[in-house]
């Protein structure tokens, strides 16, 4: 019969297809578990390491006093939470506006002239994800010295010093999200005789609202971790201070490098509080990187 | 010959012809350098379906957008000429864009529901955006009756609440027509809006077409010839005559007689399917 001459011919790859294929993938399986190595030995030492402090008095007392074994890390738990929110309510709103000035009025605009300076804008919020976080520091420490006595410390400074960190982050990502709202919504928006103004606030803000949710999150798991500049510009203290404005504050990532740098008489101790703060800040990040993803992803599912 | 122009005249003495609604008058829009559509005058009756029909990149849709004003929202893009409704000037200096869109409704190719809306905030979405407040009845009579208007309300009146994209895509298409009316626009503007709803929604829009045109001037942008047969009173056909060179109109007339008696070889040859 002709059957046999319409069949599709077998697709079955060569020897030498299936040699590279198998080598292939042993390469790329070897190089994610040395990837995932690093990974995973730091999660194991800091647990190992940290859980042994990771008790009630950690977390309901401060270091004022304390010599040797005994303290915790309220005051930098609390500094971390002042200086961070701070850091939020200054960056979230100034990276929220120029992602929505970016894609809502740079890009829409009539003018080459402000389309190319949105795409100025846009490198510089590029350049600025770089910036080294103790530069940042560095800035605000000048600027410090400008208006007040040279080297005064505070929590608020160290929230300007992150805040610096945080508005690219936030800009770029939040961006991304308001890229994503379909034109279609806008058009629609407009088409019902909607001034421009009110189809971002009533139509592109509400559809892009768990997303922009998200890239404050993500800007926040960014600045949570920092140290350098907050030991510039917001200091060290073993007491509490729940004042922003005024003194020295400590906050959990400096309170880690102090416990680690000044150790008393007896190391141990030091050292066992430096490792439970680590745990307890790499709690943290991961807490804000996987609300931030969960956040963005209970949006993609109202969608459907 | 003599014998028909005095049936013309007749005709017009006994039933003068409606005042046309909407006159675009050497109307030409693009983008930047380009140009998609290049000197169409047309005028279109009130409580009237128009159909405009052209092959792809005939500027038929840009034309459209044109009418309220929502061509000019894209960068670059540029209109002239003079569009009239009721002898008002939509492009006039003083004119508002935002107020052209709240006399001349639109439709959209794809049902384009808010998803943080429910279906009730969908249908009142325009009075809301127009920064109008309704009191809690007023809302609830124009939800009904618009959405009674597009034929939905049996379907959704027990799930008002519920989000506006948990609709069936014809459902959606519907939702869309009900929130374009509920602002009561004069002119409800149309971009192919059955080109993805399946052939029972099909019919369920055309029929809503024929009836909301006993209270709007309608213009219907299609790619399929048999619904421009079925529901439209005027056809409009649009093409390129040469490549390269913008969209024109080729011809328009009552739909009878554009598919019946062409005057134009490329409209026949458009409609017998030869081209296009």
């Known amino acids: ?304 | 010959m003599t014998e028909t122009l005095s049936d013309t005249l007749l005709t017009q003495m006994i039933t003068p012809p409606p005042s046309p609604t909407l006159r675009l008058d050497h109307v030409s829009a693009g983008y930047g350098e380009l140009t998609a559509v290049s000197d169409v005058t047309l005028d279109i009756e009130a409580n009237s379906v128009t159909a405009l029909i052209g092959p792809s990149g005939c500027g038929k849709s840009t034309l459209l957008r044109s009418i309220n004003r929502l061509h000019e929202t894209i960068p670059g893009a540029r209109v002239s000429g003079h569009i009239t409704l009721d002898g008002d000037d939509l492009y006039g200096a003083e004119v508002d864009p935002v107020d052209v869109r709240a006399r001349v409704g639109m439709v959209f190719q794809r049902a384009n529901p808010f998803p943080t809306m429910s279906i009730r905030d969908n249908v009142l979405a325009g009075t809301g955006l127009r920064g109008k407040r309704l009191t809690r009845s007023q809302g609830d009579d124009l939800t009904e009756q618009s959405l009674r208007d597009v034929k939905l309300w049996d379907e959704v009146k027990d799930r008002l609440g519920k989000s506006g994209a948990s609709l069936s895509g014809g459902q959606q298409q519907r939702l869309c027509i009900a929130r374009a009316i509920a602002i009561q626009p004069e002119v409800l503007l149309m971009d192919e809006p059955c080109s993805a709803l399946d052939p029972a929604s099909t019919a369920a829009v055309e029929n809503l077409m024929l009836a909301l045109k006993t209270a709007y001037t309608l213009v219907v942008v299609t790619h399929n010839m048999a619904q421009a047969a079925r529901v439209s009173d005027t056809t409009a056909f649009l093409s390129v005559t040469q490549p390269g060179r913008p969209g024109e109109l080729i011809e328009a007339g009552p739909t009878k007689r554009i598919f019946n008696d062409p005057l134009r070889q490329a409209t026949r040859d458009y409609i017998d399917g030869k081209f296009g």
């Open chain 1, 1 to 304: 019969m002709t059957r046999t001459s319409l069949a599709i011919p077998p697709l079955r790859p060569g020897r030498g297809a299936r040699r590279a294929d198998t080598v292939a993938t042993i390469v790329m399986w070897a190089c994610a578990l040395i990837g995932a190595v690093p990974l995973v030995g730091l999660l194991w030492t800091t647990i190992s390491r940290g859980l042994a402090r990771l008790d009630v008095t950690f977390f309901t007392q401060s270091m004022r006093g304390v010599i040797g074994p005994g303290g915790g890390a309220l005051h930098a738990l609390m500094g971390t939470a002042l200086i961070t929110l701070a850091a939020t309510v200054l960056a979230a709103p100034l990276g929220l506006i120029t992602a929505l000035w970016l894609v809502e009025e740079a890009d829409r605009s009539s003018s080459p002239g402000v389309r190319r300076f949105g795409g100025t804008v846009r490198l510089v919020v590029d350049v600025m994800t770089g910036i080294p976080s103790i530069v940042a520091g560095l800035t605000v420490f000048a600027l410090i010295t400008l208006v007040a006595a040279p080297g005064t410390r505070s929590g608020i400074a160290g929230s300007l010093a992150l805040a610096i960190i945080m508005v690219p982050v936030v800009a770029r990502a939040s961006e991304e999200v308001l890229v994503r709202v379909p034109e279609d919504l806008r058009e629609g928006g407009l088409a019902l005789g909607a001034a421009r103004w009110r189809v971002v606030t009533k139509i592109v803000l509400p559809t892009a609202r768990p997303g922009l949710v998200s890239a404050v999150v993500l800007g926040v798991s960014r600045v949570v971790g920092e140290t350098a500049p907050l030991l510039l510009v917001a200091g060290f203290t073993d007491s509490m201070n729940y004042n922003l404005l005024s003194g020295r504050m400590a906050s959990l990532p400096v309170y880690i490098y102090s416990q680690w740098q000044n150790k008393g008489v007896d190391a141990a101790a030091y050292n066992s509080r430096a490792w439970t703060a680590a745990l307890v800040l790499v709690i943290f990040v991961l807490f804000f990187q996987v609300a931030a993803r969960l956040i963005g992803r209970s949006r993609k599912e109202t969608q459907k």
